[in-house]
């Protein structure tokens, strides 16, 4: 399908960039610290002890963070997802949960709001972020292999913990619950079918992330990456599956339903399938610097603007102005833009 015809059918949300592309969701990252130092994302040679992670002071408050969501969700936003780093590790995370539970779209609903986490702080902080107004979470697991995910986290972090976290944002309510797995090759492509089993017919989503080139640390290398198609098919092979329908325009994930009726999975084709046709994602950085593509090297200085005393409808129209203009497809020119471009961190710009 082109991306003519995939514009054709995103919901219009009155505020279209120049590619005519609403803007539907934001991510909201809320600290670039992390208690965990994926080897793709914060590897420890250059997240280390001397590492220069952001002052508080740098860091957008709860009420700014409120300022810039309201107006968002004004001009079409109905999804917020809190990432970071790891978003639980902001001190009173449930008081921002609950700013942001209590905004309304213009036609009075409450958008989805969502969070992403490695899960280690889930089992003290799941039924606190239910209760505040979270709906759902997306969980990180890489591996089913105790020493192999230990190794990918490179802190040592056992993985039973992270199931205790699955099952304490289970008993809270906060599903259904999505869990991610970024496929390295070399380090666990044999995780696909172990993980595909192991969350089969559990009623939870797990989506396999394709490796990205975000940042400059990682020293990603296409030879890395393990094609979303190579992915089904591996499963496939296993546990026929066939393809589901969308369940939202613009979603990232391509669904797949097992033929037995034992759930969904879903494969983030990132580098191998460009999305950007329907890309309706903003982030904001946790020093409220606003990208419009994953891949920008620079932001828009909302925390200037909100610092100095702009109000809701000046950061409404900040933010429609910067979006009418956007253009970004980096994926989409990934062949040509790849090594000549500075690109900003993952835990930097939010996952
Ligand atoms: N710390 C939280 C976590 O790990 O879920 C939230 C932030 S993390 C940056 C968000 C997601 O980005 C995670 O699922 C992680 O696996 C994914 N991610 C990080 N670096 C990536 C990369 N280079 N390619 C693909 N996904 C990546
Ligand atoms: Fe931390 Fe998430 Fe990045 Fe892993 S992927 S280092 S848990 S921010
Ligand atoms: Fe969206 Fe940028 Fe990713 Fe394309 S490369 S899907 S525009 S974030």
Known sequence: MTSQRRIAQLPSTGLVDARGRGLRDLRISVTDRCNFRCVYCMPKEIFGRDYQFMERSELLTFEEIELVARAAVSLGVDKLRITGGEPLLRRGIEDLIERLAAIRTPDGRKPDL?????????????????????????????SLDDTKFREINDVGF??????????????????PIKINAVIKRGVNESEVVPLAERFRGTGHTLRFIEYMDVGASNGWR??????????????????????????????????????????????????????????????????????????????????????????????????????????????????????????????????
């Not at 205790?164 to 809270?172: F, K, N, R, Y």
Request: net charge neutral; with cysteine.
């Open 114 to 142: 969502a969070l992403t986490t490695n899960g280690a702080a889930l089992p003290v902080k799941a039924a606190a972020l239910k209760a505040a107004g979270l709906d759902r979470v997306t969980i990180s697991v890489d």
């Open 158 to 175: 056992p993985l039973s913990r992270v199931f205790d976290g699955i099952a304490s944002a289970a008993d809270a309510g906060l599903g």
């Open 222 to 351: 296409l030879d890395d990456v393990v094609p979303s198609a190579e992915i089904i098919r591996t499963i496939h092979a296993v546990h026929p599956l066939e393809r589901a329908s969308a369940a939202r325009a613009g979603e990232t994930a391509v669904r797949w339903k097992y033929r037995d009726g034992a759930g969904e999975i879903g494969v983030i084709s990132s580098v191998t399938g460009a999305f950007c046709g329907t890309c309706t994602r903003a982030r904001i950085s946790a020093d409220g610097q606003i990208f419009t593509c994953l891949f920008a090297y620079r932001g828009f200085d909302l925390r200037a603007l909100v610092r100095d005393g702009a109000d809701h409808q000046t950061i409404v129209d900040a933010l429609a102005k910067l979006w009418a203009v956007r253009d970004d497809r980096y994926s989409e020119q990934r062949a040509e833009l790849s090594g000549s471009r500075e690109r900003i961190e993952m835990s930097y710009i939010g996952g």
